[in-house]
């Protein structure tokens, strides 16, 4: 009897303990397909169990809202709504709380401490240090349409003067101002040898994300595009920008982003299209697919099924005429009846969440021969050689031909041999490899991106 009471005590006991530990900041880094992304939880007692937030440092998002938090018997439990997904684990008695986080039915294995977590240390040699040899200025500006303010950095040659300037625009997901991920910062390093060159560059925070407000969730790619208008409108307010010399630079995404905001603005004197889509959102997305699917070895045949679900359920959207509930349940049902057994109810629900997204839905509707029909400045597009998110003939072909037919003569594309999505000299394109490795953009690109840049700027 007193060996149980001993062992009752000392169970009672470390529970006590664990409830008090559990409060604070805990850390983990999360690692999936070749990525590795931080992730801190905020845990806070109160008089009725817990609350939380969840913050992603290298996506740029903080303060996260965590909709249910509960500690019980050492299993700590999130659910968290915003990124459709929860957080189950178990805290040992080293204080690490052992679990998964789960997204759209997909579990993958974190750990989390009170210790500051590190990622893996990758060398990237051409990120610039500070002092920079040129001026920089952290500088927010607003759409006041939207109600959102935008944050960012307007580096300049020199602090006086009157300058050229581009506006950098991220692609598709939720991006900071150096359009971070996957451990690089392509328009850190982008900007920092246009500027060197002469060239004034602005770029700025997605909405909602790091020190820009809005809801990114809930913007498509015409919300976005003005957001970038905002910024036009923001540089003509700045003496020491060339009002005759402003352009765009969008990078996937943005480079449809970019050709919208050029087909309805003046102020727009150039554009810079990298990999860009050329290809209606649905057309896209399919070719983007297979040929990932096909390079990471999945089966011919398991390929062109996928191809044929999914063109199915593009079609449901290309039919549909609104984002409502009726639509979201119809994509539920039409993927039920495709992947039976309740074996596959991850997999249902996954796809499900990704088509009844309002980003996903209108850009699966986008047909960017529209937008470029409208674009009458001078435009630079190219593409890696071996990017299997936008492929680079078949999407170049198409910019081209789509803005020669609207008159549009003023046209330069080129494929750069060895590239991949991101402009890295690749071996084979994957986005598995973006991480891997060492350099973030191919001197050679940035060159070409540069020249060109110059000779509109004349």
């Known amino acids: 009897m007193i060996k149980t009471i001993l062992i009752l005590i000392a169970a ?17 880094v999360l690692k999936v397909q070749g990525a590795q992304l931080r992730v801190v939880f905020h845990v806070n007692k109160t008089e009725t169990g817990y609350t939380s937030t969840m913050d992603s440092p290298d996506q740029g998002a903080k303060g996260i809202p965590v909709t249910k938090t509960s500690f019980e018997n050492v299993v700590f439990k999130l659910e968290i709504g915003a990124i459709k997904g929860s957080y189950e684990g178990i805290l040992n008695s080293d204080n690490i709380i052992e679990g998964k986080l789960t997204q759209n039915g997909q579990s993958f294995d974190i ?21 920079y040899p040129y001026y920089t200025e952290d500088v927010k500006f607003e759409n006041k349409e939207a109600n959102v303010t935008l944050a960012g950095t307007l580096s300049l040659p020199k602090k006086e003067g009157n300058f050229p300037v581009v506006i950098l625009i991220t692609g598709s997901s939720a991006q900071n101002r ?70 765009l630079i969008g990078h996937s995404e943005g480079g449809l982003i970019a050709n919208i905001v050029a087909g309805n603005s003046k102020d727009i004197d150039f554009v810079v299209l990298l990999a860009s889509p050329g290809l209606s959102g649905d057309k896209l997305l ?25 063109r199915g359920a593009y079609d449901i959207v290309l039919a549909s005429s609104k984002f409502d509930d009726t639509f ?19 997999k249902v629900k996954y796809y499900t969440s990704l088509i009844n997204n309002i980003w996903l839905y209108n850009f699966i509707k986008i047909d960017p021969a529209s937008v470029l029909e409208k674009v009458k400045c001078p435009v630079l597009a190219l593409n890696g050689s071996k990017d299997l998110q936008v492929p680079a003939a078949v999407n170049l072909e198409a910019i081209k031909s789509n803005l020669v037919k609207a008159g549009n003569k003023k046209v330069t594309t080129k494929i750069l041999p060895d590239m991949n999505h991101l402009f890295q000299e690749c071996k084979t394109g994957a986005p598995d490899e973006y991480q891997k490795i060492e350099q973030t953009f191919s001197p050679i690109a940035l060159d070409e991106i540069s020249k060109w840049v110059l000779g509109q700027t004349k």
Do not use: C
């Open 286 to 310: 399919l070719l983007q697919k297979e040929l990932i699917e096909r390079q990471s070895g999945i089966p011919e045949g398991e390929v062109q099924k996928e191809q044929g679900i999914f």
């Open 178 to 247: 150096d359009e971070e991920g996957l451990g690089h910062k392509p328009f850190l390093v982008l900007s920092d040898y246009l500027t060197k060159k002469g060239i004034a560059v602005l770029r700025f925070d997605d909405r909602g994300v790091a020190e820009s407000t809005g809801d990114f969730a809930k913007a498509t790619t015409f919300d976005f595009a003005k957001d970038v208008q905002a910024g036009v409108e923001y540089l003509k307010t700045r003496k020491e920008i060339n009002k005759k010399k402003i352009g």
């Open 111 to 131: 750990n989390l401490s009170k210790e500051i977590s590190e990622k893996q240390a990758f060398v990237r040699p051409q990120e610039p240090k500070k002092p």
């Open 12 to 28: 009672l006991t470390s529970f006590i303990m664990n409830a008090q530990e559990i409060t604070g900041q805990w850390n983990g």
């Open 328 to 346: 979201k349940s119809t994509i539920n049902s039409y993927f039920k009846s495709k992947y039976a057994g309740s074996e596959n109810d991850g």
